[in-house]
């Protein structure tokens, strides 16, 4: 996997992840919702994922992980398993990055952290399950690779017969 596919789908991931937490988290932690404050979850968010993704592995990681949970790669669990590590890194530090923004390091920052964490990693692994083959797609076409997890093209001679 190329750095430019890495940081491409990791700019798309993290905007979707950035919308979606940037929108629930107040209602989670049942705060009232401010558009300053979600247009600047968003834009920190996706700067902060798109950094985490382009620089560390964790795509590949990610799908690594799927394989040694056993799902076959391409199959209906290693799509579901691979988003599971992706979603716990993501999440996490994109929902301390945001907590320590906005409500500042105090003796119940590990609380603010912490207690909506469950509500919100679930919200964002739905999320995360249903674009990231669109976000695959996009850096596809834009990066003209292939799919990871795509079955392999099929090799055809002149008559349009697969070639062993």
Known sequence: MTFSY????????????????????PVVSGAPFEPMGFAVGVAVGTILGTVIL???????LSMKYALRCGAP?????????????LCTVLVFVISFVLTWMVTGMDALFVNRLLAPMPL??????VVAVQVEPLCMA??????????PGAPEAAVQDATGREQA
């Open 54 to 60: 382009a620089a560390f592995p964790l795509i590949p």
């Open 73 to 85: 790669e391409g199959s209906a669990g290693w799509f579901l398993l691979k988003d599971v590590l």
């Open 6 to 25: 890495r940081a491409l789908m990791g700019f798309l991931m993290s905007f979707f992840l950035a919308i979606t937490m940037s929108a629930f988290s």
């Open 138 to 147: 996009i850096a596809g076409k834009i990066l003209r690779v292939p799919l």
């Open 120 to 125: 919100m990693w679930a919200i964002c692994y």
